[in-house]
């Protein structure tokens, strides 16, 4: 499976934006799904993780209330829309395949596939 992951830009403290993460060459409709993001001289960081049916989604901290993980098996697709945006969420952002167990959503060495990143940068 590839994926690739889109939507990403410029936006303002306190606007939004949707990244899809779109999957080719198989269905991952059997994989749990996580985003993570790395900002500049940082270590990659868990974001969000969702079930393979979208009806469990967990979030790091700082995004709770803030983002919402989806997913649309049907089109092969992942979401992450994300609300009230703050500089602090600037970052390169990553989708990822896993087929670890929730207790290990936040194991970046656990997901087998990622997508390429899309640059999110949050200006104050």
């Known amino acids: 499976v590839q994926l690739q992951a889109s939507g990403g830009g410029l936006v303002q403290a306190g606007g939004s934006l949707r990244l899809s993460c779109a999957a080719s060459g198989r269905t991952i409709s059997g994989y749990r799904m996580g985003w993570f993001r790395q900002a500049p001289g940082e270590e990659r960081e868990f974001v969000s993780f969702?079930?393979?049916?979208?009806?469990?989604?967990y979030y790091t901290d700082s995004v709770k209330g803030r983002f919402t993980m989806s997913r649309d098996n049907a089109k092969n697709t992942v979401y992450l829309q994300m609300n009230s945006l703050k500089p602090e969420d600037t970052a390169v952002y990553y989708c990822a395949a896993t087929n670890a167990v929730v207790s290990a959503r936040t194991r970046a060495d656990l997901y087998h596939t990622w997508g390429q990143g899309t640059q999110v940068t949050v200006s104050s």
């Open positions: 969702i079930s393979t049916n979208g009806g469990s989604t």
